[in-house]
């Protein structure tokens, strides 16, 4: 793993830790792996840096679900999902989501995704007229200042709202049984776009 990776969580871990003793937890792995590394115990000085890497990224993980908003009046919300490790995050990035529910029927689920591989086709999109002229059911969006993208079929109770922050970050909002995508920008409202930028772009 590179050494400027190992060291951005290092110090995401002093940051995020709730108690000292789960500081200091990882920080005797990291002490413990440098003094396997520094006697030739390599295997073992692996070993104790995956673990410290692993507590990290869970403490990591649950200080980037507090950024998606709770259920508004009338809704409820599964829990928040994260991302943020293994093959599928190599490939597609860190990725927060949670789903929220009315009586109705009516769901909404919000997406965070950096590194998406839906940038590249909203960016065309944003940028070509001729893609977003192929896409009937596709219109301009901005949403405080970020240029995006509404998708509805005429008739459906299905909307998707979608806008990138600093070319990196793409911010979704789908939801079914719903009338007007006002629900969608009531829940983007309770983003912090300032938090989210902080915490998921490099």
């Known amino acids: 793993m590179p050494r400027l990776r190992i060291r951005t969580l290092v110090l995401a871990a002093a940051a995020l830790c709730s108690s000292p003793a789960g500081a200091d937890e990882i920080l005797d792995r990291l002490d413990a792996a440098r003094r396997f590394y520094e006697s030739g115990q390599y295997r073992s000085a692996v070993d104790a840096l995956n673990f410290a890497i692993g507590q990290i990224q869970e403490r990591l993980a649950a200080h980037l679900i507090r950024l998606l908003p709770e259920p508004l009046p009338g809704w409820t919300a599964d829990a928040a999902e994260t991302q943020t490790a293994g093959l599928a995050a190599m490939i597609t990035g860190t990725t927060l989501s949670r789903r929220y529910r009315r009586g109705d029927g009516a769901e909404i689920e919000l997406n965070l995704a950096v590194d998406s591989p839906l940038l590249p086709m909203l960016t065309a999109a944003l940028s070509l007229p001729v893609v977003m002229q192929s896409t009937p059911n596709m219109r301009p969006y901005a949403f405080k200042g970020q240029r995006g993208l509404l998708?509805?079929?005429?008739?459906?109770?299905?909307?998707?709202?979608?806008?990138?922050?600093?070319?990196?970050?793409?911010?979704?909002?789908?939801?079914?049984?719903?009338?007007?995508?006002?629900?969608?920008?009531?829940?983007?409202?309770?983003?912090?776009?300032d938090a989210v930028r902080a915490a998921l772009i490099p």
């Open 151 to 193: 998708e509805h079929a005429p008739g459906s109770q299905d909307y998707r709202l979608m806008f990138v922050i600093d070319n990196r970050l793409l911010v979704q909002a789908k939801g079914q049984g719903l009338n007007d995508p006002q629900p969608l920008e009531a829940y983007l409202e309770r983003l912090d776009l």
